[in-house]
């Protein structure tokens, strides 16, 4: 099971910091991602992270400003957002799976129920 949190209402500029907190299975030999869908559109990589070695993985849009990062000890991945865009406004959901591309969203196999990010301009 994969629990998201951490969505908010912010300012350009502003910072948040997401949450995805893995139970129940072993997620150590895996990739964490997070996705990000806006209304309207489809979901989108945004970053991912191999458990087992921290390699991370970033989509050019947001490099620079997102950081993904993992605490082993919680079992939990962290997004951090800086310097958010009111184009960074979307649902924000953490997933799982034995990936091979990182930006692939159909090779994940669990999902979290996202968290809603809102930017105001």
């Known amino acids: 099971q994969l629990q998201a949190s951490g969505g908010g209402l912010v300012q350009a500029g502003g910072s948040l910091r997401l949450s995805c907190a893995a139970s129940?299975?072993?997620?150590?030999?895996?990739?964490m991602g997070w996705f990000r869908q806006a209304p309207g559109k489809e979901r989108e990589f945004v970053a991912a992270?191999?458990?087992?070695?921290?390699?991370?993985y970033s989509a050019d849009s947001i490099k620079g400003r997102f950081i993904i990062s993992r605490e082993n000890t919680n079992r939990t991945v962290y997004l951090q957002l800086n310097n958010l865009k009111p184009e960074d406004t979307a649902v924000y959901y953490c997933?799982?799976?034995?990936?091979?591309?990182?930006?692939?969203?159909?090779?994940?196999?669990?999902w979290g129920q996202g968290t809603q990010v809102t930017v105001s301009s």
């Open positions: 992270i191999r458990w087992s070695t921290g390699t991370t």
């Open positions: 129940g299975r072993n997620f150590g030999a895996y990739v």
């Open positions: 997933a799982a799976g034995s990936v091979r591309f990182a930006d692939r969203r159909r090779e994940y196999d669990w």
